[in-house]
């Protein structure tokens, strides 16, 4: 029988009730939006990060407020981590005019300068070249904040990677390169891509140092990001990290996930990161089940919330169609 001592983790009891509050807001905001996309109340492409969530949430803990994250289109999970509201994102994937991009920009194009949520990127690798410039801004302007900068394996296979590495290795900049490798770009498997399957090796040719971290694990991946964000800190310039996960749900909504066998799956659910998370709040009695009930009646009622202020929420007018798809830019460049 595991013993008390056992499942004590050098993360503190705060640290598991923020990641099992978390992690079920991220999963259960996402089986709302799927359900509110068969009744077509949410249209055009949406992609959910549904067993993802320990990545968000370990990442997180690695991290401080001042830090960016920039990310691809499977952005919900990572964008709510980072402090946007569940209500300005539910609008926005309403397409109202209170969402988080004032409803022009869809589930795959979540912003939010103020909370350094840096997108929300369609096209596939993109990301990964604006992140090292967040990161160089961040450097030119001498702060100490570091970017964290995840992209799919698929992504992974992008020229712009190369490019990219090369470049934040030269200038070592403040950026964690994490490759959520979830074993399927849209239907064709990481082995159908590459004969480099260890993704994490991309960066031997860079000299960058990097590692392969448990993507299930809230702890591991705290403990992965954390180290490669002190080093960031530290001016020891970038990291990849490869981050073994997996999505529970298809590629997007229209997909019926036929590449795969059941049996995978069921891998990958027996070791659910917000199970793992409340295994271990339960063996420690750090919450009765009446203090664990409250927060999942806490987190059902943000998403209710959160459906009820989208629904009642106006339409974007149409004087802002044109707007916010320019910018003027000072010279350099500000990142305020
Ligand atoms: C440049 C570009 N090529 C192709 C696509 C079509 N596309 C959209 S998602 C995707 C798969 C990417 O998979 P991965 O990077 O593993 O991310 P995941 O969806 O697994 O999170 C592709 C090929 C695109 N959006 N952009
Ligand atoms: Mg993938």
Redesign the pocket.
Known sequence: MQTKTDVKTKFTKETYLYWYELMLLLRRFEEKTGQLYGMQKIRGFC?LYIG?EAIAAGCMTATKPADKFIT???DHGLAIAKGLSAKECMAELYGKATGCSKGKGGSMHFFSKEHGFFGGH?????QIGTGAGLAFAEQYLGTDNVVLCF????????GILHETFNMAMTWKLPVIFIC???????G?S?ERTSNVLDIYKLADAYEMPADTVDGMSCEAVAEGVGRAVTRAREKGGPTLLEIKTY?YRG??MSDPAKYRTKEELEEYKEKDPINQVLKVIQKNKWATEAEIEAINERVKKEVEDCVTFAEESPWPDDSELLKDVYTQADYPFIVD
Not at 122 to 126: E, L, P, R, S, Y
Not at 180 to 186: I, K, Q, R, S
């Open positions: 992609h993802q691809a289109y499977r369609g096209i596939v690798g993109a992209f799919g394996d698929g992504a992974a296979r992008q959520e490798n979830n074993m399927y770009a849209m064709t990481v999505r590629h997007s």
